[in-house]
């Protein structure tokens, strides 16, 4: 069983950064495929960034390219997503997911493990 542990959420203004980070249990992470979702009010989850087991490969929706850097650290079993000009419709609940399988993946159907969630709110 693996568990994840997200932190870093909080409240920022427009323009501003955070970082998220994941912490994950289990002495495999670094053959995990890792990826962050979020969930806004009323809205279906939906990806933002994955990044492979070996951080060679990462994939960004469209919405947050050039502004959010996915990034992993293995012999701290952490992933990050280090956010920059955040907006306001950047607000969610942000989860942290981890496939078996190494690669990049979009696909929330394709995640085996979840975090609880943290809250990222950027106000206007």
């Known amino acids: 069983q693996v568990q994840l542990v997200e932190s870093g959420g909080g409240l920022v203004q427009a323009g501003g950064s955070l970082r998220l980070s994941c912490a994950a249990s289990g002495r495999t992470f670094s053959s995990y495929g890792m990826g962050w979702f979020r969930q806004a009010p009323g809205k279906e989850r939906e990806f933002v960034a994955g990044?492979?087991?070996?951080?060679?490969?990462?994939y960004y929706v469209d919405s947050v390219k050039g502004r959010f850097t996915i990034s992993r650290d293995n012999a701290k079993n952490t992933v990050y997503l280090q956010m920059n000009s955040l907006k306001p419709e950047d607000t969610a609940v942000y989860y942290c997911a981890a496939r078996l399988w190494g690669t990049v993946v979009r696909g929330e159907g394709e995640y085996n493990y979840w975090g609880q969630g943290t809250q990222v709110t950027v106000s206007s």
């Open positions: 990044i492979s087991w070996s951080g060679g490969s990462t």
